[in-house]
């Protein structure tokens, strides 16, 4: 397996981390789910450094250079700072307590607004 991380500096952008988190729960989570080949992908956000990103697992390096259902270089307006692979050495899953085990349709994106 194969992971990489993809990262935006958001300075710039004429789009915010809020503009893009709604972006992931009315959009693009959804496109990911059908994507051939993604064992897992996870949003991040850094609002203080205003950065955006994702880390992604991939079951082939070949899977994750394929076209995929993305707006992100669109709304941000440019590519990323960062885009780099990785071997993925070991994968472990920890003891937590959540009822829940599933790991999609997880995080902010997902709460609800604060008042």
């Given at each position: 397996m194969f992971a990489r991380l993809v990262l935006w500096n958001l300075d710039g952008s004429s789009t915010t981390v809020d503009e893009l988190r709604a972006y992931l729960r009315d959009e693009s989570v959804d496109a990911f789910a059908a994507v051939p080949?993604?064992?897992?992908?996870?949003?991040?956000?850094?609002?203080?450094?205003?950065?955006?990103?994702?880390?992604?697992?991939?079951?082939?390096?070949?899977?994750?250079?394929?076209?995929?259902?993305?707006?992100?270089?669109?709304?941000?307006?440019k590519d990323p700072d960062v885009s780099e692979w990785f071997d993925l050495e070991a994968s472990v899953e920890g003891d937590f307590s959540e009822a829940a085990a599933m790991l999609t349709r997880r995080g902010l994106a997902f709460e609800p607004p604060p008042d």
């Open positions: 080949g993604l064992r897992f992908k996870a949003w991040i956000a850094d609002r203080e450094a205003n950065r955006w990103g994702a880390w992604y697992l991939w079951e082939t390096r070949e899977a994750g250079e394929l076209p995929m259902p993305s707006r992100a270089r669109e709304l941000i307006g």
